[in-house]
T-cell receptor, first 110, second 113 residues
Framework: DAKTTQPPSMDCAEGRAANLPCNHSTISGNEYVYWYRQIHSQGPQYIIHGLKNNETNEMASLIITEDRKSSTLILPHATLRDTAVYYCIVRGTYGNKLVFGAGTILRVKS | EPEVTQTPSHQVTQMGQEVILRCVPISNHLYFYWYRQILGQKVEFLVSFYNNEISEKSEIFDDQFSVERPDGSNFTLKIRSTKLEDSAMYFC???????????FGPGTRLLVL
């Protein structure tokens, strides 16, 4: 599975959009981009995933560049409860495991 | 919304004792996983399980560890003789298919004294 690079931390004002970047320059054509988050020491929470098209659900939007070498997770209106570690994971179509990096610590401030 | 559940939420044990961590995956899911997270470190994959067999395991998952699906609902992780370094959060996850989204439980915090 391709390696990902994320900034170690970011701040965001409450009510504003949080844009979390991820680089995955070695991604292969059949690998998906997954985003999870972890609040305190709770279990990782699935947010969204995509292959090449942009995706949106009730939690977030995922924007994947045309060359698929990077992506951005967008939380449209961040709240204090969105403060968490956000993980960008590239996952192939075979093999079961998720490989977690250090992620980005997002701090939402009032 | 269906969710993965884990028991106990906290477990304290003495070094050398056996522990069993329990998970109830989402009911229609067929693939089951254990991950762990040592305090302050990354979430690490331990093992995946499908059709009553281990399908993949990491180097961490040595002979001290075993997994079992004893009935139609539970999925367990057993550590035979715990070590201090086994202290961690243990997360169970499940997915509908091999490449489908994995959903995680809340975790069991294991402390080995």
């Amino acid at each position: 599975d391709a390696k990902t690079t994320q900034p170690p931390s970011m701040d965001c004002a409450e009510g504003r959009a949080a844009n979390l970047p991820c680089n995955h320059s070695t991604i292969s054509g059949n690998e998906y981009v997954y985003w999870y988050r972890q609040i305190h020491s709770q279990g990782p929470q699935y947010i969204i995933h995509g292959l090449k098209n942009n995706e949106t659900n009730e939690m977030a939007s995922l924007i994947i560049t045309e060359d698929r070498k990077s992506s951005t997770l967008i939380l449209p209106h961040a709240t204090l409860r969105d403060t968490a570690v956000y993980y960008c994971i590239v996952r192939g179509t075979y093999g079961n495991k998720l490989v977690f990096g250090a992620g980005t610590i997002l701090r939402v401030k009032s | 919304e269906p969710e993965v559940t884990q028991t106990p939420s906290h477990q304290v044990t003495q070094m050398g004792q056996e522990v069993i961590l329990r998970c109830v995956p989402i009911s229609n899911h067929l693939y089951f996983y254990w991950y762990r997270q040592i305090l302050g470190q990354k979430v690490e994959f331990l093992v995946s399980f499908y059709n009553n067999e281990i399908s993949e395991k990491s180097e961490i998952f040595d002979d001290q560890f075993s997994v079992e699906r004893p009935d139609g609902s539970n999925f367990t992780l057993k550590i035979r003789s715990t070590k201090l370094e086994d202290s961690a959060m243990y997360f169970c996850a499940s997915s509908e298919g091999q490449t489908e989204t994995q959903y995680f439980g809340p975790g069991t915090r294991l402390l080995v004294l």
